[in-house]
């Protein structure tokens, strides 16, 4: 059975940092592509980030490019995000979320397991 288990969210002030780390489990995290998304209240989830399984390729939204950073350690079976200068528009659910093959995606119907998500709170 893949877990997918989210940690590190809060409740910051804008221009703080934050690193969301998700623990995988139960299935070849190493080969597995995953990614970022979230979700505030009332609107439809969103792409964050993606990372490819070896990290050779990463993409992010626009939002968060040049603030937020996604990473992986396949020996640990950890996926991350670095997520800096917040702002209150991303507060959200942060979902982390795996796929069956390598590649990255930005499209969430591609993915094929989820965490059930952590709140990150911004506060102007």
């Known amino acids: 059975q893949v877990q997918l288990v989210e940690s590190g969210g809060g409740l910051v002030q804008a221009g703080d940092s934050l690193r969301l780390s998700c623990a995988a489990s139960?299935?070849?995290?190493?080969?597995?592509?995953m990614g970022w998304f979230r979700q505030a209240p009332g609107k439809e989830r969103e792409f964050v980030a993606t990372?490819?399984?070896?990290?050779?390729?990463?993409y992010y939204a626009d939002s968060v490019k040049g603030r937020f950073t996604i990473s992986r350690d396949n020996a640990k079976e950890m996926l991350y995000l670095q997520m800096n200068n917040l702002k209150p528009e991303d507060t959200a659910t942060y979902y982390c979320?795996?796929?069956?093959?390598?590649?990255?995606?930005?499209?969430?119907?591609?993915?094929?397991?989820w965490g059930l998500g952590i709140q990150v709170t911004v506060s102007s």
């Open positions: 979320a795996a796929r069956k093959i390598y590649a990255s995606s930005w499209k969430s119907s591609s993915y094929d397991y």
């Open positions: 139960g299935h070849t995290f190493s080969s597995a592509g």
């Open positions: 990372i490819s399984s070896g990290a050779v390729s990463t």
